[in-house]
């Protein structure tokens, strides 16, 4: 299994999309935080985004990695997709003809793959969002913000969003398809159900809203409180979710013909 | 045991039967063509055997067992099918590598599987500015990386050049005659696997259509001679009588099967009959082939 695993690592990491989308994820949290940094206490309809130098402004902040879920699913789709685009399904299934082998291989690399995700985005808000407090006169302080919990947070959802694009990628086959399903997925209904509290009570059941309660944002940031579940039933609610697109990544797969 | 044993294989796709009760065997030691023109059912059978497709029924088995049911299938068959079945910005060695440790072999059998076919200098260059030729190559090294005893190969010959396809008739040539493999190639033109193969086996419409040994198969067709005359009638029992087998095609046409071209016209000369044709036919595989294949 371990021989499977390594092998799954070494497909991705002989191509050049996992830097790109390394990258990519980079560049767009750290234009996620800018705003929020040039946001921070400015009032709008009344209401106003925490100031900088408070702790709830470096929650918001930190947790603002977890948009980067998306990459990591776009990685898992394309795990998948690309082996039908290019045909390498052949040989894989004809060196570890038990397919059901193969999928949990991808699985399981998918959640290291996410997990070094989350770690490189982890580091990038440190080296951001912690000066960006201490530079406006707040004090940064690990044990009593509830930072570990947020990153911990990120971690899971990092790694389960792999998981889910590996699913995903199984279920459509193509890759453009499997890409666009995942963008508009996270981009539009998620940030539908999760971004406007008045949908909550639908947001929170979904991935993006399971991944907020999990790390238990209650901070509102201009559009009304939100509405998460408890932390550990939003544990519950990714986890779940992530069984269930493992399930469909071997159930689509395991019988298939492959022309 | 047979090192290929297909038995009663059938296969549909839909409404269309691809592949329809085939049966037939590859010993070690040979070079089995398995050949039919396109859309014959020779690429679903591979697959069939490859456990990539699941047959409607029948049995497909590699030394005996389900391909599935190997514990190191890369270990006791290579299979080399479609030429483009490669990630284009992935290198050669890394293809190779992959393949090793998902089957749990050292990285050192990708460099010498691309020494065997000749890639060791493209070793590190990305599979997208690889000619056809070059990806038949490194597909059949990824074949080679179990040192596997039996040898499955779709179309190999497509896209290589004259060159290519007589090392590939030496190299499987090696693999079977020297090395005790059991090879199997398929290949819709015959003239690429006619001096290849040792066996042969026809299919058409998803049926098998014909097997048996290359000389089996060839002496059917071979030597004879189409003779046109005028006369054809006063020459038959000439051309019999100077040895000759004669078939009376139709009026005038004749065709005889132990004589040369020249004897036909020494006993044309001797009879004094005009001759408006003489002509060796096409003989040997081809004419096997296509008269299996063509109108079914």
């Known amino acids: ?259 | 045991m047979a090192a290929i044993e297909i038995r009663n294989l059938v296969k549909s796709f839909g409404p269309v039967k691809a592949v329809d009760g085939v049966s037939f065997s590859v010993e070690a030691g040979s070079v089995t063509g398995y050949l039919g023109p396109n859309g014959a059912g020779k690429t679903t059978t591979l697959r069939c055997l490859l456990g990539l497709v699941t047959p409607d029924s029948g049995e497909a088995l590699v030394n005996g067992e389900r391909y599935v049911a190997l514990s190191n299938p890369v270990a006791e068959i290579g299979a080399v099918l479609e030429a483009t079945s490669f990630h284009p910005g992935r290198t050669a060695r890394n293809h190779l590598r992959i393949l090793c440790t998902a089957a749990g072999l050292p990285d050192a059998r990708a460099d010498e599987a691309l020494e065997q076919v000749g890639l060791a200098d493209a070793a590190g260059k990305r599979v997208s500015g690889f000619s056809l030729g070059m990806r038949q190559r490194l597909a059949l090294a990824s074949a080679l990386l179990g040192q596997p005893r039996v040898y499955i190969l779709d179309e190999p010959a497509n896209g290589l050049d004259p060159a290519g396809i007589e090392w590939l008739r030496g190299f499987l040539r090696h693999l079977a005659h020297d090395q005790g493999a059991a090879v199997l190639v398929s290949s819709h033109v015959l003239a690429e696997v006619e001096r290849t193969v040792d066996n042969v086996v026809i299919i058409a419409k998803g049926r098998l259509v014909r097997q048996g040994s290359l000389a089996e198969l060839t002496s059917d067709g071979a030597d004879a001679v189409r003779v046109r005359a005028a006369q054809a009638a006063d020459l038959a029992p000439a051309l019999e009588a100077a040895g000759g087998v004669v078939e009376h095609v139709e009026d005038g046409l004749l065709r005889v099967r132990g004589l040369d071209p020249e004897a036909v016209g020494q006993v044309a000369l001797d009879r004094r009959v005009v001759l408006t044709e003489v002509a060796q036919e096409r003989s040997g595989l081809h004419k096997v082939f296509l008269d299996l294949t063509e109108g079914r």
């Open chain 1, 1 to 259: 299994m371990s021989g499977l695993v390594k092998a799954e690592l070494r497909k991705l990491f002989t191509t050049r999309l996992w830097w790109i989308m390394l990258l990519v994820m980079l560049v767009l949290v750290g234009v996620g935080l800018g705003f929020l940094i040039a946001f921070a206490g400015v009032e709008q309809n009344g209401s106003a985004l925490p100031a900088r130098d408070t702790a709830a402004w470096a929650e918001v902040a930190w947790s603002s990695a977890s948009s980067g879920g998306i990459f990591v699913m776009i990685l898992g789709v394309v795990m998948m997709t690309s082996e039908y685009r290019y045909q390498t399904i052949t040989g894989t299934f004809l060196t570890t003809p038990r397919r059901g082998l193969v999928i949990v291989a991808k699985v399981i690399a998918g959640l290291l793959v996410g997990a070094v995700f989350a770690l490189a985005v982890l580091i990038f808000q440190a080296i951001t969002v912690i000066p960006a407090v201490t530079l406006s006169g707040g004090e940064f302080s690990l044990s009593a913000s509830r930072i570990p919990q947020i990153s911990l947070g990120i971690l899971v959802t990092l790694a389960l969003y792999a998981v889910f694009g590996i699913g995903l990628g199984a279920l459509v086959r193509n890759q453009i398809a499997g890409i666009v399903a995942a963008v508009v997925w996270a981009y539009v209904i998620e940030s539908i159900f999760t971004g406007i509290p008045a949908l909550h009570s639908v947001g929170k059941w979904l991935p993006g809203g399971a991944a907020q309660a999990l790390m238990s944002i209650d901070v509102d940031t201009g559009l009304g409180r939100p509405e998460w579940l408890p932390a550990w039933a939003g544990a519950i609610v990714l986890v779940g979710y992530g069984l269930v697109f493992a399930a469909v990544a071997t159930a689509t797969t395991v019988r298939r013909d492959i022309t």
